[in-house]
């Protein structure tokens, strides 16, 4: 039992290791050395594959920003070296052909003939190519491009019907008389349209052919009688006829119709006076100052047409109004003409002459 006792002990007591030394962590030289060896390599291959990666970067920013500027310089250099029209925006999906036919539409049959040209598929793309054109130039408001775009149409087919009332047009636009008839009497051929005859008899009111004009413009009427802008070419061309009831009644009917229209009131308003109209000019200014209070030349207008109806203080009243809407000097101005002669030595407008000598100097001294 003893000797088990002791046996017992031994198993515990009689071993002479330090159990401390043995398993507290010992980190040899060695080891230490390959763990230092590790992290620089560690080290380094991290350092590698990040330079690597900011390369990369760098490089790839490069590229997109290149391809950017590319990519928006490419037009531009297009556009320079291509005289011909690109829509400013997107297409229809049934002409975006058109995108890519531009590039080769000025360089099919560069030795080609000039005149009419076959019923050919090369031919009748190349000349909807530019209907295209023309017709997103006008949407963008570039008048001289779509004409260009649409006479390129009828060199090709001089026929085509549909082209020639917007080619008159243009022309008309461009008080291009000769042209612009030419090309709306071939509309007029193919339709009898109200703005097709309409233009037609301005264009001939620009060539002084007045009674083709007044043909076409009565013609115009009977199609649309309410038509404002037809009744003021009437009485543009019965004015220039010397019509002159006609053509009151004509700007009177347009300006019932327009009655915004400024410009055409002081036209009209000086028409009369020159018909010596007096009464009416009056009656109309009078009606017009209701309605327009802050132009000054429609007050110095209806005072000179009310001295000429010896309406003295209604001529003066008008003169008050009219001072006081523009710079004194420039009323002087008005003042000054010989159509006040007759009132210029009446007490109120000698007053209101001095008040605007008063002002003027008050102007030129203020600082």
């Not at 531009?102 to 049959?109: F, I, M, Q, S, Y």
């Not at 006008?138 to 060199?155: G, H, R």
């Not at 703005?195 to 004009?213: F, P």
Request: with cysteine; net charge negative; proline share 4%.
């Amino acid at each position: 039992m003893n000797k088990n006792k002791d046996e017992l002990r031994d198993i515990y007591q009689s071993d002479s290791r330090d159990f401390e030394k043995d398993f507290t962590p010992q980190v040899a030289k060695e080891i230490i050395e390959e763990r230092q060896r590790d992290l620089r390599r560690s080290r380094f291959t991290a350092f590698f594959f990040g330079s690597v990666i900011i390369l990369l970067s760098v490089l790839l920013t490069v590229i997109v920003i290149r391809e950017y500027v590319v990519v928006r310089t490419a037009p531009q250099k297009a556009g320079a070296e291509e005289a011909t029209y690109i829509p400013r925006y997107t297409l229809p999906s049934d002409s975006t052909w058109v995108m890519d036919y531009r590039r080769v539409a000025g360089e099919l049959d560069p030795g080609e003939e000039p005149g009419p040209k076959p019923l050919s598929t090369k031919w009748v793309k190349k000349a909807a190519y530019h209907i295209i054109m023309g017709q997103q130039a006008l949407a963008v408001s570039e008048p001289e491009t779509a004409l260009e775009n649409f006479q390129q149409v009828v060199d090709i087919y001089p026929d085509m019907e549909g082209i020639h009332r917007a080619i008159g047009m243009l022309f008309l636009q461009q008080s291009n008389y000769t042209n612009a008839t030419k090309h709306l009497e071939k509309a007029l051929e193919e339709e009898e349209l109200f703005d097709v005859v309409n233009n037609l008899g301005t264009a001939y009111i620009g060539l002084e052919e007045y009674d083709k004009a007044e043909e076409n413009l009565l013609k115009a009427l009977a199609l649309q009688p309410e038509s404002p802008g037809c009744h003021r070419n009437l009485a543009v061309l019965y004015r220039k006829m010397k019509s002159d009831d006609q053509a009151v009644y004509h700007f009177e009917k347009y300006l019932d119709l327009r009655p915004g229209d400024l410009d055409t009131m002081q036209t009209y308003a000086l028409y009369l006076t020159k018909l010596g109209r007096w009464k009416e000019a009056a009656d109309f200014l009078t009606a017009l100052t209701r309605e327009v209070t802050d132009v000054a030349p429609i007050y110095f207008l209806l005072a000179q047409v009310q001295v000429q109806n010896g309406q003295e203080d209604k001529a003066v009243a008008a003169l008050q109004r009219g001072i006081q809407l523009i710079d004194p000097e420039l009323a002087l101005a008005w003042m000054s003409r010989e159509e006040f002669n007759a009132v210029r030595d009446s007490g109120e407008f000698k007053t209101l002459v001095d008040q605007l000598e008063i002002a003027t100097v008050s102007l030129e001294d203020a600082p």
